[in-house]
Structure formats: structure tokens, C-alpha cells
């Protein structure tokens, strides 16, 4: 437990989905910094395509962005079977809302689902609702029922979760925080860190995000507030700046906005992570937060190692 | 419009914007992304134009003036019809007109029937309003065969050149027109609209002169004031030192505005301690059933209410800093009714303690200053009689 070789731990993440449903979109979105905008320009997937991103240090996730392309799927649930199906952390099946051969992207779905249950692993699975924002914002309820009671009536029993999702809003944070939640080791003692910092500083609430993607990854509220989706919309926002700074070929730092009912503070809490401290006002001075975050780094900096050693252990 | 009669004790002397082109070239984008904080890709769901549509922008007295949509290739004869039914004539338009903004896809490049608009607008102008300068904005230059800097110059001058000639050839050479290349993608439709509204401020000099002193007392090297709901900037300081970070600002005004929404608009619950553990368990959708209901809630429109009441919840106490891992380090402070003064430094250290305070003195002279102007009591006036 002392030394200081954290073992990075490893999951593979399959991605699944009918050719041009948005996969690539999404995963450059989130992990490679592109900005929504530009994911008309991506040509398709072909076949298998990898890459390797490190998610607070130490997670290291294996994207496999598997080409949807009717030519490559029956190579995924033939001949490249056992490659591509074992191993799995997590599946994730993007169902394109704009498809017009729904039918035909089920049987693929559960040839996915049996494929990967067939291995009797315990993966988990999140199927993403992809492309919301081509439905009239007043049919998307509607819509994303049907479609998930569907699914779920399809997954063979398996614990499957639902989100709809699009690259031009924030719905698209919520379902990838969800997803990477389900990876990181240790977030219960992350949520009592933060607990802590939340007292000390006497906020509202304290969120804490990933630097590179900012998704979250915890958080502690200790007045309620009404809006529900209020952290992916801060992962949104704060995204979108990030990219604004690195287009003028700089790096954000820090990030503190006020009126004469709050403040909220964003500033590195660890190498890989960012925390939020929202404080009503009038109410603790920024300076007072700023020093409790500082105070508590080396707590939060303990836990992200300790996890990395503890998860890598018990996957080795 | 909702307000539209509200003032209407002097809507005579208030200066309209008219925004006419071509059709689907972009018109009623620009208006509905810079008066209606509309995304961009949603413009895509935008219906062409059947009447002009008047907008009353008034956030304080200092800005106050109207934009008209006018449909697509209205050449400005005969009779407006607004949307509410009612009808106005060319020429009294164009004698409160302001500035007149003719927007062309740059995508497309100017038709011959592009060109003609432009000849009978011209005509107009210089009949009923002259003096008027006419805005082109060469739009939609983010276009994907115009991602080359070389194939941007190169359309833009395509466009100068030719409406140039058309005018020209048809005796309207003294006519003054100013090209300006746009897109509602990035920051440049706000720099255009802002090149034109700051003509019609007659403050405007003034402000220059004290932002020039506060950039100078308190060593930024930039700032401008603007109008946080549409993120028009006023005025800026004339140093021009600032150009680099001219989009980043704009960045930073809406992430100002959109986190203040979120935060403020906390709901009648806000009971104090109810030491979170049901809510704080679902902060990353950890229950099962908590991600199931908050999916469900997650399928209803994304985007508030674009209404200015409900979403800016801007007021006098409103400041923020944003610090880069350069150095570069942004102030914005409150200094008006929807006024933000917004201050660039390259180091970080006037963010800190003491240089702060000496920060904030100076935007104190500076809101002082504003409101000074404002009780003078005049706003923007009709560039074509503006000593009034
Ligand atoms: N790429 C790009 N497309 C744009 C831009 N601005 C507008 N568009 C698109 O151009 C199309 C037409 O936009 P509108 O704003 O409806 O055009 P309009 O001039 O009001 O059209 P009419 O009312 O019919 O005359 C829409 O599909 C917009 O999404 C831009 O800056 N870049
Ligand atoms: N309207 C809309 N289009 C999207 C969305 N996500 C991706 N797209 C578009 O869908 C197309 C295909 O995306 P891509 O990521 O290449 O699909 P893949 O084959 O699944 O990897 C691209 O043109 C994207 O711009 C979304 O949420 N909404
Ligand atoms: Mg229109």
C-alpha cells in the first residue's frame, strides 16, 4: 500500500451502434476535445477502431468503436467473436432516433446482449437514445419511452440503463457521467471527502469533475436545489470555455462567478480533477474556499492513489 | 413582441436596425442568435420570413433601438407589413433607419439577382435616407469550403467585388458601404452587429476615453463594455491590444450568464440542511432508480426559456474571474443594467487581493461615469440626423 506504482487499471468499453448513429461523435466529444459542430466532417468507422484514454489518472479505459457497417457486423458476431465480446466493463449501444430500420437494429442489439452474457460476465450496459435534438422538444418524453421500455423488453433480463442523449446539449453529460461513474473505484470515500470540504466551506453543495472530460464523477448537495440537471449543464458549460481557452492556445485554470445570491468557484483539486464549491452570498469569502480546497487536496489526492491501487490489485 | 407599445411615448425617435438580403441567406439567424441567445445549430429548424418581424431591444437607456427581419429579397418598395398586421411606409423606415444590414451567404457568392437587391436598396437609401451607410455582412463564413483562410479571403472579395461594380454601374458608387465577414458559429456576427450598433451611440467616444484610463490606471490590457443579453460591445478601449482575446470574452459572458441562471433560479424549496444524502447519492446518477427518473426528465427540452426576464439573472452584484494556465486572467464586473465591464490582463496578479481592490475602485468610477451618460438621456439616435 505504500509504494507508489499505481497499477493502472483497465476496462474495455465497447461501442456499439448501426453506422453513422454517433459514436465517433460522441466519443470525440468527450474524450478528444472536438467540438459538436465539427462532427459533420467525421468519415465512417470502419471496422474496429481503438484508442486509449486515461480517465483520472490511473482508469484507463479501451475504447473499442466498433464500425457499424453491416459488412463489419458479421465479422463482430462471427469470426472476431471472442475477441471483441470478452472482457467487457461495459457495452454501450447507441440507437440512432433518426433510424428508419428500427427493427433490424434490435436483432442487432440483442445479438450484442447475447454475445455478451454468453461469456457470463457481468458487464454492464447503457444504451444511449442518440440524435434527441431532431424530435420536437415536446414529443422527446414520449419518444425516449418507447424506445427504452423496448429495450429493456429486449436485453434479456440483463441490467441495462437508459439515457437520451444529443451532442448539442448537456444530455449527453449526464448519460457519459453516468457511465464513467459506474468505473471509478472508491467514489464513496470520494463523496465523504467531499462532504467534509462542503462542511468547511459551508456550501450549498460541491461537485467534483474530471479535468480532461469534465464529466462528473461526485458530488454532495446540502441545500436542495430545483434544478436536476445542473451539473451536466456545468459540465457543458465549463466544457465549451475549456475548448474556447485551448482554441486560443491556452489552458483554462480557474473559473469564479458571483451575483448577490451566490458564488461559485471552480478551481484543480488534484491533478485530475476539478472541484466546484457553490456558496450562497452573502455568505464565506472565495479566499476561505480557495483555502479549504487547498486543505483538503492532499486527502482527495490519498484516495484517487489508494483506489488505483486497491482496483488495479483485484483486477490483476 | 411583447413591450412593443411600452415606450412607445417616443418609438419615433428610436432607431430601427433593418436586416434585408437575399433569401436563406442568414437573416433571421443572425437576429434570433444575437437578440435571442438561440444556438446556432438550431437555426437550422428556422422558416423562411413572410413578414417583417420588429423587435424592440431595451435592456437599458442606453441601448434601446429596434430590429426589423424583413423577409428575403425585399427590395424596401411599397408598403412593410409587420407580423402584428400592421403596415408602415419605406420611407418612414428608412428615416428612422439607423443601419441597414444586407446579409449574403457567402457560401453561395452573389447572383446577378443579389446583385439587383442591393441596386433597388441602394436606390431606396439614397432617395429617403441618405447618408445611410449600407452593412454587408458576408455570412456564413464558417461554411466547410470556406475553411481555408485563402478561400475565405478570396469569397469575401468576390463579394466586395461584384456588389462594388453593381453599384457603380448604376450611379450608386458615393453610396457608403462597409463589408463585414460573419457567421453565427463564433464570435464574428457579434463583432459585425457591434461595428454597427456603436455608430449609432453617441456616448460612445466618451466611453472609449474611460476605458482607455481604467486599462491604463490598473494595467489591463483590454477592456470593453457590453450588453450581456445580446454580447454587443458598446465600446472598447483603443489600445487594440486586445484582438486575441476578443472571442474568449464572449466566451466568458456566457458562461457568466449561463451559470448565474442556473444558480439563482434555485426554487421556493431552498430549506436550509437538509444535510444531503437522498440528493447528494444521485449526483452522478448512482441510484438505479434515481438514473431512471432523471433520464425521464432528461427527455424534456433542454434549452430555457429564451425570455430575458427568466434567464439573466444579472444584477449589480455580478462579477467574475477567470484565470488561464498562461497567465491570462479575465475581470468582468457589473457596471449597468445588463452592463458588463469585462478586462483583460496577461498576468494573474490582478486578481489578487490588493490589486483587485484597486480593480474595483476604478470600475466604481467607471459605473459612475455610465450613469452619467445614461441621466444625459440620450440613447442611440438615427445616424442620419443624429444631432437631433
Ligand atoms: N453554416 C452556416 N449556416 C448558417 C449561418 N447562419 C444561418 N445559417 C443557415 O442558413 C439557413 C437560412 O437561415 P435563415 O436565418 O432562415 O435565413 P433568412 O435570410 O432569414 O431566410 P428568409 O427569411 O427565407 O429570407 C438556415 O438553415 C441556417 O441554419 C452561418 O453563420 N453559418
Ligand atoms: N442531429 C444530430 N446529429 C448527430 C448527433 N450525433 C452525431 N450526429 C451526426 O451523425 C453523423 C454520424 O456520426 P458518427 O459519429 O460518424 O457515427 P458513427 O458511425 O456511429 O461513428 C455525423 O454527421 C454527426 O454530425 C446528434 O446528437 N444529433
Ligand atoms: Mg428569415
Known sequence: MSGRSPAAMRKK?????????????????????????????????????????????????????CGGQEVFLESYFEAERDSIFRDVAILIYVFDIKSAEVEKEFINYERCIKAISRDGQDARVFCLVHKMDVVPPERRKVVFHAKESEIISRSRGLDTRCYPTSIWD??????????????????????????????????????????????????????????????????????????????????????????????????????????????????????????????????????????????????? | SPGWDATSADSSRRPIILIAGPRRSGKTSIHHVVFHKLSPHETMFLG????????????????????????????????????????????????????????????EGVDDDAAELLRDIGRRVAAHAPGLAVDVLIHKIDGDALQSPEARLEAQADVQITLGRALRDCGLGGLPVAFHASS??????????????????????????????????????????????????????????????????????????????????????????????????????????AAGEEAEEGAEPAEGDPEVDDTFQFDELTESVITLQDGHTMVLRSVGPYMALVAV???????????????DCNVDIVRKALHGLFQGGAGLSPASKSGR
Open chain 2, 345 to 359: 490582463s496577461a498576468t494573474p496578479d490582478v486578481a489578487s487581493g490588493s490589486r483587485l481592490g484597486i480593480v
Open chain 2, 184 to 289: 453565427v458559429y463564433d464570435g464574428s456576427v457579434y463583432e459585425a452587429v457591434s461595428k454597427v450598433v456603436q455608430r449609432l451611440l453617441p456616448q460612445r467616444a466618451a466611453m472609449t476615453q474611460m476605458l482607455d484610463s481604467f486599462v491604463t490606471v490598473c494595467g489591463f490590457e483590454s477592456a470593453a463594455i457590453y450588453d450581456v443579453v445580446s454580447k454587443i460591445h458598446l465600446a472598447r478601449d483603443s489600445f487594440a491590444r486586445g484582438e486575441g482575446t476578443a472571442d474568449l470574452v464572449g466566451d466568458t459572458l456566457d458562461v457568466v450568464v449561463d451559470v448565474a441562471c442556473i444558480y439563482t433560479s434555485r426554487g421556493a424549496a431552498g430549506q436550509e440542511g437538509t444535510e444531503g444524502t437522498q440528493e447528494a447519492a444521485d449526483g452522478a446518477g448512482a441510484q438505479a432508480s
Open chain 1, 170 to 316: 448537456e444530455t449527453l453529460y449526464k448519460a457519459w457521467s453516468s457511465i464513467v461513474y459506474a468505473l471509478v473505484p472508491n467514489v464513496e470515500a470520494l463523496g465523504l471527502a467531499l462532504s467534509g470540504l462542503a462542511d468547511a466551506c459551508d456550501a450549498d453543495e460541491v461537485v467534483l469533475f474530471e479535468k480532461a472530460t469534465f464529466l462528473v464523477v461526485s458530488s454532495r448537495t446540502r441545500r436542495s436545489h430545483r434544478d436536476k440537471h445542473r451539473f451536466e449543464k456545468m459540465s457543458n458549460i465549463v466544457k465549451q470555455l475549456k475548448l474556447a481557452c485551448m482554441g486560443s492556445a491556452s489552458h483554462l485554470d480557474s473559473v469564479q462567478i458571483a451575483n448577490s445570491r451566490f458564488r461559485a468557484i471552480l478551481v484543480p483539486l488534484t491533478a485530475t480533477t476539478i472541484v466546484m464549491i457553490v456558496t450562497p452570498r452573502p455568505g464565506p469569502a472565495a479566499g476561505l474556499c480557495l483555502l479549504n480546497a487547498a486543505v483538503a487536496r492532499p486527502e482527495f489526492d490519498r484516495i484517487l492513489l489508494h483506489s488505483a491501487e486497491g482496483g488495479g490489485a483485484a483486477a490483476a
Open chain 1, 13 to 65: 468499453v465497447l461501442l456499439m451502434g448501426r453506422s453513422g448513429a454517433g459514436k465517433t461523435s460522441m466519443r470525440s466529444i468527450i474524450f478528444a476535445n472536438l467540438i459538436a459542430r465539427e462532427t459533420s466532417r467525421l468519415s465512417a468507422t470502419l471496422d474496429v477502431e481503438y484508442s486509449t484514454v486515461r480517465f483520472m489518472g490511473d482508469l484507463v479505459l479501451n475504447i473499442w468503436d
Open chain 2, 48 to 107: 423562411s420570413t413572410a413578414a417583417a418581424i420588429p423587435e424592440l431591444i431595451s435592456h437599458n437607456e442606453l441601448f434601446q433601438f429596434e430590429v426589423w427581419d424583413l423577409p428575403g429579397d425585399y427590395a424596401l418598395t411599397g408598403e412593410i407589413r409587420l407580423d402584428d398586421g400592421s403596415t408602415y411606409t419605406t420611407e418612414d423606415a428608412l428615416r428612422r433607419c439607423g443601419a441597414l444590414l444586407f446579409v449574403v451567404d457567402a457560401q
